[in-house]
């Protein structure tokens, strides 16, 4: 029998050039069905997701697509090309939202690599990406960095030469992208039941969102299907039983979705994720694992040109199997506290108070 050498399967460490373009495959059309599907599974309650007139009253021409589960999206189309291999997802930075996505559009992603380390063990190295998403217009949507460990296939191919990227700190509030018709209001409150706006947030003031959110073996296998995200180590049970974890890894972008569901109570009228500025999966998470999530309010800034809303630069951290209140500390010196699975830096949108 002749075994065929038409399977792709996927690239290691070795096979990426520095300034290399990769241009992803599926674009995906998004659908009614998988705006419905993510609230299933996420129970996203922000009304602009989920209500077309409150969407219209906003500017819109109706409702948008979850920011999160479009970057999901998105986000997906890479992973066959970079981290399909992947030992880890290990960040992102310079996330931006640039235009808002609606049922019907299909979004398409490429990826440029512009860092590469190997790691001192021989058998694994870094790689950083900038990725874009355009819709069926050319019109890019989002754009990110993420950088990822890879295994090597070939432990004695030789190293490239190590380029680490500078990143920014975070998007500034001038590069920030607001629709160009959007305008708020000042009966937002009543189909969010919030009472807080930009104005009553402190820099400094931590959030203990009160929900918990346990990830089941279905939850996850379903959210990880939806995004299209064929990273082995997220579907293989047989493999993953003989790792180091001994098990199935969760995706870590639906610890982000449920951290940023959990934190719609004390951050109702939040209405759209701006930036993400940096993130980390702090510690891995599994199936079973229950999830809570506390907001650190790191800035607020003013925009330019707009009286109606302003921005909040806020540091979401999401635990597993430890409440908020009780929780101690998030890192030390030493590192990230064993229960903190994300620390992520991100910047949202919310209407001010006099409007």
């Known amino acids: 029998m002749t075994h065929s050498n038409k399977i792709h399967h996927g690239r290691y460490f070795e096979d990426f050039t520095l300034n290399e373009v990769i241009q992803h495959a599926t674009p ?47 986000f997906g189309k890479t992973v066959p090309d970079i981290s399909v291999n992947a030992v880890a997802n290990l960040g992102y930075a310079d996330v931006r939202f640039l235009q808002p996505v609606f049922v019907g559009d299909t979004l398409s992603t490429s990826s440029q690599v512009i860092g590469l380390k190997q790691n001192s063990n021989g058998n694994s190295g ?28 070939n432990e004695h191919a030789p190293a490239p030469d190590t380029v680490i990227p500078t990143l920014p700190e975070y998007v500034p509030a001038d590069q920030l992208s607001i629709p160009n018709d959007f305008c708020a209001h000042n009966e937002i409150s009543v189909a969010t039941g919030g009472q807080y706006f930009w104005e009553d947030y402190q820099i400094g003031e931590r959030i203990h969102h009160p929900s918990g959110l346990t990830i089941n073996e279905s939850d996850h296998t379903l959210a990880t ?39 719609y109570e004390g951050l109702e009228n939040v209405l ?7 993130g980390t999966h702090a510690n891995p998470c599994f199936a079973g694992d229950t999830i809570y999530t506390l907001t ?28 908020p209140v009780s929780f101690e500390y998030i890192k030390k010196d030493t590192g990230y ?19």
């Open 28 to 74: 995906r059309t998004i659908t009614q069905g998988d705006t419905a599907l993510y609230i299933a599974l996420t129970g996203e309650r922000n009304p602009l997701y989920c209500s077309e007139p409150f969407a219209q009253s906003l500017g819109y021409k109706t409702t948008p697509v979850d920011d999160l589960l479009a970057f999901h999206i998105a």
């Open 225 to 263: 299907h939806l995004y299209q995200n064929n990273a082995r180590l997220h579907f293989d049970a047989h493999m993953m039983k003989d790792s180091v974890m001994g098990k199935r890894l969760v995706y870590g972008g639906i610890v982000i979705s449920a951290c940023r569901a959990m934190s």
């Open 296 to 323: 650190e309010v790191l800035d607020a800034w003013a925009l330019p040109n707009r009286s109606d809303v302003g921005a909040l630069r806020l540091r979401m951290v999401g635990l597993k199997n430890c409440g």
């Open 337 to 355: 506290h064993t229960h903190v699975l994300l620390d992520l830096d991100y910047t949202v949108l919310i209407p001010r108070r006099e409007q």
């Open 272 to 278: 759209s994720v701006l930036a993400i500025n940096g």
């Open 126 to 153: 870094v790689v950083w990406v900038r990725s874009t998403s355009v819709n069926q217009n050319n019109m890019p949507v989002i754009s990110w960095v993420r950088w990822v460990m890879v295994h090597k296939k």
